[in-house]
């Protein structure tokens, strides 16, 4: 029997892990792998600046080295901090959000969109995708610009999700990523207003881990 | 409750189906989408050229056409035929398993290799990838030089597969793509063997349909 | 003697035939090779949708066989339908006109603008591009958004092709395509008033073919 | 009636110019443009060197300039010099036929491979198809490793044609193109013993020049 | 002890001469190498189009080729008219101010953008930047559209940069490039006014210069 | 008057400082910028291992931000640890030393090639190549396969880099980087013997550091 996928959330604030552990509800099935929320305790409180993202790659190493058990890890922040040093430390499947959400969005449409919290980590994002290649797909990003903790309780989140998910879907994107841990919830309403597949990152992270342990 | 994947294998020959009926075993679990697999009956025997690939494209959208009571396709011959016409009929999801196989290998790796059938099957290929923009990310594509048939029953099959795989690592591949919908019974001991991510393309697309059906 | 040119229309409508006809009588002269112009009876009254330009390959393979005396084929469809399978049955020259006409427009400047005729063949074109990885060298491509029908017999296609043309000529077009079989007639002027190489993708198809079979 | 097409030799050597004439031989027919080849007399008797590329484009400009009555000009060198200056002159098209050869090679097939005659150039075709942005489809390019003399004479050309020629094949090359003005009498030869499409560059200009002009 | 860093104005406008000499001032000290401004006498009085580039391209090898003494050279001229002969005459450095600009300013951003001082030189930069492979890391070149004698001398110069400057900032520019060798004297308050690194492209090429001859 | 260049070797072992601050000794003149080599007390011994390169991320920012006096930043590490977190704390300019490199080395010839220490290095690299889009113009990075430890001191390194050097010419590099900041003291010889230029990361990086704060 295979150990749990292992989901990181790696800021220090539990709601946000409690709302990964909500999201995930639909992969834990009987016969399944475990899927298991913890929160990265030496995190700041949000990452949102380069600063945040590259101050929790040691930490996330030493919880990875710390669950021998674990099957898989994802790692649930959008800039994929820790990816290569966690990879580079264990044999086990390490997923990163961005990484999965737009190769997942790639699998629906010839260009994607990317739904950002705010403009700031567009750049951080763009340097990303530009190490991955993928610049070419990229219909565009554009940002919300809201905080992290709005993201995940204001009200009119879901009124700027359709404005921006409607201005990329008119450059050409045919399928629309939350470039963001916490937006999982407007998802499916999200994909029915704009009549095309909307990728929640965690969720399509999660997805490739449980592939890889249901064939291990 | 959603409908089930549909497995379509594109060619005739009902042995293929099974076989792929048994390597997607895995994926069926209580409560989870049923995966079933399908024999495009009006298929060649085997898709080895262009113009097989190009035939089984009407069929494949009338039967996709055919299952209202689907929740998502999977087309599984290498060659993703069909793809955009089966995209461009329903509004549900259909998954290539070349296209979904190459972007599962990069969750796992800055650069992949494939094993494919057949020296011809590897132009094929390559246009496929120069579409996705891809090609940067390829260490490399080498064929076994076997027929379909004895890469589902040759027996040295797997010394082939070793022999292509460390090659390819050597030429910088991090994951490895079985190339053909018929070689996943290997796939578990050349991961061990080759200390390396590998992807059975089919196993790939059905984790990512089943990730978009679980949070329908 | 070398065979004809057998310039085929993949759509049923004969006044497209004879359109093309008219449009490749400066390429008929003594000495030179034949230029004859087919319907392909088989196929839809007109190619809009990729099931359109999906379901005309077969039909277009056999016609291709068909006619062991032809020395080349252009197919005059700007999806460039059945291309890869009508090259795979035969040794003689199959000349796409987007390919063609993409490829001619770049040997007359750094940039080139396509102008469509819908909004929905924008998505088809950019794809094959992206396959002839030549989108960096796209200026932009912009509909008209008429119909096929319209965009040969309407009275206002040349005032919105002159407005378009200029639109991609602003974005640095320094040549521009007309991106249907249908549009030819508006060629010369239209290169007039903008003071830019208009390319008209079934001539630029048969200017090729016509090389290849001078020097065959 | 259009004026000629004035096929440019950047060099001195009659001889060349007197090859290219030949060369030409079927692209002139009842009704056509005429196909005139120059000598400029300013060049040097050979052009090897970029100082020898660079050196020809004043000389170049001011024939085209001269040339009031041509309908289109060909600069018959693969090195392509002075085309971005020529056309910045005159409004009638100028055809460079290292760029058209290149085109029409990818008409012809998803990889193309180059023949080149010595190492030294491959460096400088390099630099140009990268400006083009073509070299994602390059299979390769090989030097025959002989003068620009030798190729027109020698009698080993053809020989050592075959063997790079079948070398390019292996890599992937579908079409190959002769990178020199002066390799032309191989062509058919070669064609059919490689049973690839062999693109003679200068031919390949002049059909495109003829594409103009017959519509213009 | 290493000649001198010849700069070369490929221009005869003495005034941009003195220009430069004045902008390399801070390059000069004890111990380092002289750093030498040159007028080209035999070119244009200014370089504007294509042709002005191209026609200094062999009185510039003939200047290089006679200084025997320099350690280095700098053609001052933002096409980098004669690059490539000029290093194929000589074993020593010959830098270019376009190439060198752009490099230096991708050594401090992901993206950079380009102030240009009119619309004809774009498509020229364009030209050039496709060869360097670095058009994706371009967020954008926009004129100012003056000419090179009012951008020496203008005054309200200053404020088209500025617009221009932020115009490029907000598409994503995270350094600036003066696209024109004759406006360094802006450079300091340009850069503390937009937040942003700006580049003097001669002054680029000429810190590179001495790097190469500090260690030669 | 402004602050000196602060070169920071990120690892803990002082006789690289030491080796860095001999090799700079060129870059130190009267009226030109301090330049100041220190060590990072908190890093590894030595970086070899993506672990160890992100584990110097936050003492880099911590010293970064404690020299308010600093003019410019040069990481001194071919892997370029921290350099997003470091510009992102501070106005002034942060240069890293393979960024630096390769965009010198690009400054020299179309393609460059690179000598690694390890071939476990080789990937880090690529992946920041990626990122920079510069792939197109790598001719080839190859491993001497010794430790930092042997590059500083062993007798034999200059024969395999003379020995790698020649196989990277032989790929088509027309410039060559010293992929790790302890070679600088072959660089010179090298050069001669390769008749290439040959490029020290460290000195590149530092020339550029000196050109902005010259100019500041």
Chains 1, 2, 3, 4, 5, 6 share one sequence.
Do not use: W
Request: proline share 5%; hydrophobic share 45%; net charge neutral.
């Amino acid at each position: 029997m295979t150990g749990p996928i292992v989901v990181i959330n790696p800021n220090s604030n539990e709601a946000v892990t409690e709302g990964l552990d909500a999201t995930l509800a639909p992969f834990r099935f009987n016969g399944g792998p475990k899927v298991e929320c913890v929160t990265l305790r030496d995190g700041p409180f949000g990452i949102q600046s380069q600063l945040d993202s590259d101050s929790v790659i040691l930490p996330l190493v030493n919880l990875v080295l710390s669950r021998k058990d674990a099957g898989a890890f994802v790692i649930a922040c959008y800039s994929d901090p820790g990816l290569d040093a966690c990879r580079s430390v264990i044999n086990r499947p390490v997923f990163g959000i961005q990484e999965s959400g737009v190769l997942t969005a790639m699998a629906r449409a010839d260009m994607f969109g990317i739904v950002a919290i705010s403009e700031d980590s567009v750049v951080r994002h763009r340097r990303f995708m530009a190490r991955m290649n993928v610049l070419e797909r990229l219909a565009g990003e554009m940002a919300l610009n809201i905080t992290v903790d709005e993201s995940a309780r204001g009200a009119d989140t879901y009124v700027r999700l359709v404005d921006v998910g409607k201005k990329l879907k008119k450059r050409g994107a045919g399928s629309i990523i939350l470039g963001c841990a916490g937006m999982a919830r407007h998802r499916g309403q999200l994909e029915e207003e704009l009549s095309l597949p909307v990728i929640d990152p965690t969720q399509a992270a999660v997805a490739m881990a449980i592939g890889t342990l249901l064939t291990g």
